[in-house]
């Protein structure tokens, strides 16, 4: 129903700064939250940072400050900023698209992009 398109990672050094987007395409719930999700080897996926519809945002403690959330709803595109990058930051970031309000319950995953933090 839904497909999400992931472009932007790849390698970094420390300190660097990456742009993730993700492109979603199909039938995209009115109402929605997207956003980004990692998981590094041996841990469990957690959540990055996500946006409404309605631009309000999330975000993990431990990017908090250096990253950035945003959206753009003509294009049903999610962007995530991420600057000063440390080896932490190591991880294969998911897209996400969850329906919200009466949409709640649609959940949509992208492919995953690989983000390398390395000197």
């Known amino acids: 129903q839904v497909q999400l398109v992931e472009s932007g990672g790849g390698l970094a050094q420390p300190g660097g700064s990456l742009r993730l987007s993700c492109a979603a395409a199909?039938?995209?719930?009115?109402?929605?939250?997207m956003g980004w999700y990692r998981q590094a080897p041996g841990k469990q996926r957690e959540l990055v940072a996500d946006?409404?519809?309605?631009?309000?945002?999330n975000y993990a403690d431990s990017v908090k400050g250096r990253s950035t959330i945003s959206r753009d709803i003509a294009k049903n595109t999610v962007y995530l900023q991420m600057n000063n990058l440390q080896f932490e930051d190591t991880a294969v970031y998911y897209c996400?698209?969850?329906?919200?309000?009466?949409?709640?319950?649609?959940?949509?995953w992208g492919q995953g992009t690989q983000v390398s933090v390395s000197s």
């Open positions: 996400s698209l969850k329906g919200s309000g009466i949409y709640a319950g649609r959940d949509y």
């Open positions: 199909g039938v995209i719930p009115w109402s929605n939250t």
């Open positions: 946006i409404t519809t309605a631009g309000r945002t």
